[in-house]
């Protein structure tokens, strides 16, 4: 082990040791190892200060936490969490020691999955636009240019209300599939035009051979939307947070 | 730091994505007390840009890698 001074962390386990697992190399070939806080432990190793590579920064941090993850309960961190010490690390991490033990005890044996779903925005826009107008009763030929104007406004705002409402619908009968298995949500709907839903499901992991079942069973009666499935993931989007805790 | 590449086995871009979605900005979100330094990237452009090229990464893919992935662990 390199003894630089700073150190990354990737990880909060419900251990203090990881004697148990083997793991590769952390950033700059150094190892990865434990720092002990009282019964649990802050994965961690030595680095300079900089990464140089993005791409395989991202994925060496993520591919360490979901080794660990195989073994123990783990609260991953951000990307880029680094201190400038080992004292440093313990001293700032020990301050969250109550809200860690919180959540490793509330996500003990539960993992997360994703699901981003795309809808053919375009079409569904198309239709509904037809609809409008087939119903539209007033005249529009002739109006001056300004009232033309207004009306193309008040048809765009008209337009976009109908697709939340009818994004909201069609995201609330996905819902209802995870209804059994589902633990904890995050569902952000409409985060971009064709993206209806990225969603986050927490659940036990004695379920996960339910997820597949629903899975196939979502794209067979929805097959007219995109579905991306993925997971098993560290609940990465259920770590309640809290700044500090002095 | 190919030793550090050799042990990642997730290399499909659409997984890239589907991580970068992740640890950019969720878990356990604290300041460190030093800044770490990514050589020419800023990872707030990168944040952003993720979330537009998934949903395009998506769209291309529409029965390739997403079908094998069929909602196996990746």
């Not at chain 1, 009282?38 to 080794?67: A, M, P, T, W």
């Not at chain 1, 198309?126 to 529009?140: D, G, H, M, P, Q």
């Not at chain 2, 979100?29 to 452009?45: A, W």
Request: proline residues 3%.
């Amino acid at each position: 082990m390199k003894n630089s001074s700073k150190i990354y962390v990737f990880c909060i386990i419900d251990s203090n040791n990881i004697n148990s697992i083997s793991l590769p190399c952390g950033f700059e070939n150094n190892s990865i190892y434990c720092i002990p806080l009282n019964d649990i432990g802050i994965v961690v190793c030595n680095f300079s200060d900089k990464i140089s590579d993005v791409k395989r920064g991202v994925l060496l941090h993520e591919n360490i936490i979901e080794l660990l993850m195989s073994s123990f309960t783990v609260l991953p961190m951000k990307f880029q969490t680094a201190f400038s010490s080992h004292e440093k690390t313990l001293s700032e991490l020990f301050k969250l020691y109550n809200n860690f033990k919180e959540n490793l005890v509330r996500l003990t044996d539960k993992f997360e999955f994703g699901i981003k779903v795309l809808w053919p925005v375009d079409n569904i826009e198309e239709n509904l636009l037809k609809n409008i107008k087939a119903t539209e009763t007033s005249v529009i030929s002739g109006i001056s240019p300004a009232k033309d104007y207004l009306r193309k406004r008040y048809m765009n705002y008209r337009i976009k209300e109908m697709l939340k409402q009818k994004a909201k619908i069609l995201v609330d009968e996905m819902d209802e599939y995870f209804t059994d298995i589902a633990i904890e949500k995050k569902l952000k709907i409409l985060q971009t035009d064709k993206l209806l839903v990225n969603a986050a499901y927490l659940v036990d992991k004695t379920q996960k051979d339910k997820i597949h079942i629903i899975f196939k069973r979502l794209k067979k009666d929805f097959n007219d939307l995109e579905f991306l499935f993925s997971g098993p993931w560290p609940p990465y989007n259920f770590i309640k947070k809290k700044r500090t805790e002095d | 730091m190919d030793d550090e590449f050799d042990v990642v086995t997730k290399s499909k871009d659409v997984t890239l994505l589907e991580i970068l979605d992740r640890v950019l900005d969720k878990g356990v979100v604290i300041s460190g007390d030093i800044v770490i330094s990514v050589t020419d990237v800023d990872l707030i452009y990168l944040g952003l840009k993720v979330m537009l090229s998934s949903v395009e990464t998506m769209e291309k893919l529409r029965g390739g890698p997403m079908e094998e992935m069929g909602g196996e662990p990746i």
